[in-house]
């Protein structure tokens, strides 16, 4: 009978979060050329990728368990994380609305 590996166990120490928050602070920091780029945006970026990249990989290490519910619990609590680093790091642009 053939030996399958185990399959880790879904952990927070991953570096997933650091993984996601370069990766997006890169992307964010980078898509204007024309100038310098806006730090809050760059760091609301950073906080929403790690958190999104996190919660991701959580959800899909419980799914390779059939663990559904923690899955689920993974994914919503990603998308807490990335609407309140949008609300709290919101950079309060919005557009102008004409009469």
């Known amino acids: ?7 880790r166990q879904a952990a927070w120490d991953d570096a997933n979060f ?3 928050f370069v990766t ?3 992307l964010s920091a980078f898509q204007d050329a024309a100038g310098q ?7 609301r970026h950073a906080l929403q990728g790690g958190t999104a990249l996190c919660a991701g990989t959580l959800a899909a290490r419980a799914l390779q368990r ?9 994914g919503m609590a990603g998308a807490v994380g990335v609407m309140l680093v949008e609300r709290w790091l919101h950079d309060g ?7």
């Open 1 to 7: 009978m053939k030996a399958y590996p185990a399959l």
């Open 18 to 20: 650091a993984k996601g």
């Open 24 to 26: 997006s602070a890169c």
């Open 37 to 43: 780029p806006d730090l809050r945006r760059v760091a």
């Open 66 to 74: 059939q663990e559904y519910a923690r899955a689920l619990f993974a």
């Open 93 to 99: 642009a919005r557009p102008r609305q004409e009469n």
